[in-house]
Structures are given as C-alpha cells and as structure tokens.
C-alpha cells in the first residue's frame, strides 16, 4: 500500500458472524440467530461510523473468514482494504495490525465492533490525542478497552493481558506505564456485550438520523 506518512489508518476489528460464536454473552436471552444478527449490525454500525468520520482510510480485518456477505457489504460502503487478524491471541492479532498500518501511515487507530458509542467527535478526539501522546486508549465501561490508537507501539503493551475479563483496562495501564510510552486516556463508553447493554444500543438506534444504513 503506497501511502504518504503523515496520514491516519482506521482499523476496524471483526469476527466473521457464525451463528453460535458471536455475542454469546447474549444469550439465551438473544437465540444464536439473532445475536449473529446483532453482530452484524454492529459491524455495520461501526463501518459506517469509521467511513463517515472522514479522518483517514478504513480497513476492515477479520478474524475468521473473510468470504461473507458482511463483509462484502463492508467493501460495498467504501472500506479501503480487507485483510485476516493474524497472531495467537486478541493481543498479538492488535499489535501485528497496528504495527503494520504504522509502517506505512503516521497514526493507526484501532476499534472493535462492539461499540456503537464510537463516532464522530470521538474519534477525533483519539486523534487529536496522538498529536502529543504515543498511545491514547479508549476505556470500557466493563473494564476492557474499545479504542487504542498509536503513532509509536511496542508489543509489551498488549502481553500477559488477561483478555476477556475486567482487568483488561487496569493491566493495560500498568504495561503503558511501564513501556515509557506517553499516553492518553479518552472517555468511557460502553460496549454492547450482554442484555443489560441492549436498551442503550436501541436508544442510539432511535436516535440514528434517518437515511442513515439499515441496521
């Protein structure tokens, strides 16, 4: 990817939608089927946000397989590359992706597709952090982050993290702390991960301007 430096990659991380693999935090109180569909949503949620922001070019890597309707709907709407997480772990597959958009754009922002809370005015905000920091990380409200971004990383920040559970975010600050990196933190949000998180996402659903993508 010819690319001049000085420019901003967006990197959206998902997982390819198997019925069964996907939201399982969900259910029962959600059937396999729907809480596929609620995966997808998002994921288109988030796409849109991303290409909308107008701050860089999109890329869209997946975990899994790449050959989906999603995903081609993903292309449809503008993403600039699709590529495969590689790594053995959440952290080794954030750290390949972000080191990689490095080698060819000044700043790297990484999302997941489980925050639709990500728009606009905050993702500015991540990059307007950069400006003067290394790293900025968007923290979760349930204890995991939904945002790191970086014009400069090291692989101790994402090692010996115990992904999946509440610690995410604390551990994450103490490795940040130790790399000698400057970072920055951003507001909480939420990630809509079980059925308490439900009534928040239908809220901003309702909220969505009309013309918007049907999701």
């Known amino acids: 990817m010819d690319?001049?430096?000085?420019?901003?990659?967006?990197?959206?991380?998902?997982?390819?939608?198997?019925?069964?693999?996907?939201?399982?935090?969900?259910?029962?109180?959600?059937?396999?089927?729907?809480?596929?569909?609620?995966?997808?949503?998002?994921?288109?949620?988030?796409?849109?946000?991303?290409?909308?922001?107008?701050?860089?070019?999109?890329?869209l890597s997946v975990a899994?397989?790449?050959?989906?309707?999603?995903?081609?709907?993903?292309?449809a709407m503008g993403i600039a590359r699709l590529t495969t997480q590689y790594g053995s772990d959440l952290g080794e597959r954030m750290f390949n992706a972000v080191a990689q958009g490095l080698a060819h754009?000044?700043?790297?922002?990484?999302?997941?597709?489980?925050?639709?809370?990500?728009?606009?005015?905050?993702?500015?905000?991540?990059?307007?952090?950069?400006?003067?920091?290394?790293?900025?990380?968007?923290?979760?409200?349930?204890?995991?982050?939904?945002?790191?971004g970086a014009r400069q990383i090291k692989d101790e920040i994402f090692q010996g993290i115990p992904w999946g559970s509440d610690q995410v975010y604390t551990q994450t600050r103490l490795a940040l702390t130790r790399s000698g990196l400057t970072w920055a933190e951003l507001p909480y949000l939420a990630d809509i991960d079980r059925p308490e998180d439900l009534p928040l996402w239908e809220a901003l659903q309702r909220d969505r301007p009309s013309g918007s993508i049907g999701v």
Not at 9 to 28: D, H, I, N, Y
Not at 69 to 74: D, E, K, T, V, Y
Request: hydrophobic letters at 40%; glycine letters at 8%; aromatic letters at 6%.
């Open 105 to 148: 754009y000044e700043c790297v922002i990484l999302v997941g597709s489980d925050c639709p809370g990500i728009d606009v005015s905050y993702l500015e905000q991540a990059f307007e952090a950069l400006q003067a920091s290394s790293v900025v990380v968007g923290p979760a409200t349930d204890g995991g982050y939904v945002l790191i």
């Open 64 to 75: 899994g397989d790449t050959d989906h309707a999603l995903f081609r709907q993903c292309e």
């Open 3 to 59: 690319t001049d430096r000085g420019s901003l990659l967006l990197v959206q991380f998902a997982r390819s939608p198997q019925e069964g693999c996907v939201k399982t935090r969900m259910m029962p109180h959600l059937s396999a089927s729907e809480a596929c569909d609620l995966h997808c949503q998002l994921t288109l949620w988030t796409c849109d946000q991303l290409l909308n922001c107008g701050l860089g070019a999109v890329e």
